[in-house]
């Protein structure tokens, strides 16, 4: 048995915490927040013992792993700390908003060989994991283009806007690290729009709700990400992918498959599971068995610190061809 901390006992260390305790592969030794309200109901939830001391559970010989789930500018610190004691480490997205502080960071993440994991949970989605195994057993034979929509139920306050580094890098950042892991290689021209459609809040923080981002790839393949921070009927996430001998499609997830057919309507199904706690919820679940039986297995992990990088440098890369309007090559 791995033996856990979970850092934050937010929206996603709660998850991950939830997941860890059910994980016949781990214990949950302890949850820590500095809101201390925050640790203790998550831990007596999920009989852990409870810190509001991030670092004096990152000191802990009793520890094998760490998952870090805090605000985003702690993952940097809090990463470094853990793996410097000797933990394995799987840690929330993005590593850090700003590129160089990122790249820096994974410079050293790299340097001590120890296991660290990025948590891109959509790739352990079972539906995308479904078409990744397709595209490699040549099913749809040479991909020529992939078609990424990904529309969220309602926009976030406007204090999340303000420090989430903008919908490239805090919404957009799964769709490209989706597009690199679906297309196979590294786009290296991105061409991108944005536009306020939804929320002029969002417009005053110099932000977009409502972006199209277009790449190509060294060998000719296309990609195009949809997103937009508002759908009306709910979590609207699908892919696509298209080849020389077929197509796949990953369509929307329901809570249940009943499809009615009434005097009003023909083909009325349930509503979307509401947005990604709902949507992902399996998604996390593998995530974490992914992180903790590669962990026991001493392979290489699914999702390593340079993935972040190069979906970060697509991120900037968008943002900077939406302000000079214009496309971006990738150095
Ligand atoms: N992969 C995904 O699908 C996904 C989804 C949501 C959030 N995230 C990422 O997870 C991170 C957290 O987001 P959230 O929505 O759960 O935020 P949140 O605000 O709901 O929770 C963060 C928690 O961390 C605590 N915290 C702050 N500093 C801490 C520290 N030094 N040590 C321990 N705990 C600390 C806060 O008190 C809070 O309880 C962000 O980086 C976000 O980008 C990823």
């Known amino acids: ?177 989706m597009a690199r892991w679906l297309l196979g290689e590294d786009p290296t021209e991105v061409y991108a729009i944005g536009s306020c459609l939804v929320d002029a809040r969002i417009a005053d923080l110099n932000d977009f709700d409502t972006t199209m981002v277009v790449m190509r790839a060294p060998s000719g393949k296309q990609c195009h990400i949809n997103t937009c921070r508002h759908a009306s009927y709910g979590h609207d996430q699908r892919i696509e992918v298209f080849g020389s001998k077929g197509m796949l499609q990953n369509g929307h997830v329901r809570p249940h498959t009943v499809n009615r057919f009434t005097e009003q309507a023909t083909g009325s199904q349930a509503p979307l599971l509401h947005f990604f706690l709902e949507r992902y919820k399996q998604a996390y679940e593998l995530e974490l068995e992914a992180f903790l039986e590669t962990l026991q297995s001493g392979r290489e992990m699914p999702v390593t610190a340079d993935d972040g990088r190069k979906a970060l440098a697509l991120a900037e890369a968008a943002l900077r061809s939406v302000k000079t309007r214009s496309g971006v090559a990738m150095e």
């Open 1 to 177: 048995m791995l033996r856990v901390a979970v850092l934050g006992a937010g929206r996603i260390g709660q998850i991950h915490a939830a997941n860890v305790a059910a994980s016949p592969k781990a214990d949950l030794v302890v949850v820590a927040d500095p809101v201390e309200a925050a640790a203790v109901s998550t831990a007596q939830r999920l009989n852990s013992e409870f810190s509001t001391d991030p670092y004096t559970v990152i000191g802990r010989s009793d520890i094998d792993a760490v998952i870090i789930g805090t605000p985003t500018d702690t993952h940097v610190p809090l990463t470094l700390a853990a793996l410097a004691a000797g933990k394995a480490v799987l840690c929330e997205k993005p590593l850090d908003l700003d590129q160089n502080k990122a790249n820096a960071a994974i410079t050293e993440i790299e340097k001590t060989g120890r296991p660290f994991m990025l948590a891109f949970n959509r790739r352990f989605d079972p539906s995308a994991s479904e078409m990744k195994r397709a595209i490699e057993a040549g099913e749809v034979g040479d991909v020529r283009q992939v078609v990424i929509t990904s529309r969220d139920p309602s926009p976030p306050p406007a204090d999340y806007v303000r420090r989430s580094g903008g919908i490239f890098r805090d919404m957009l950042i799964h769709d490209f690290d």
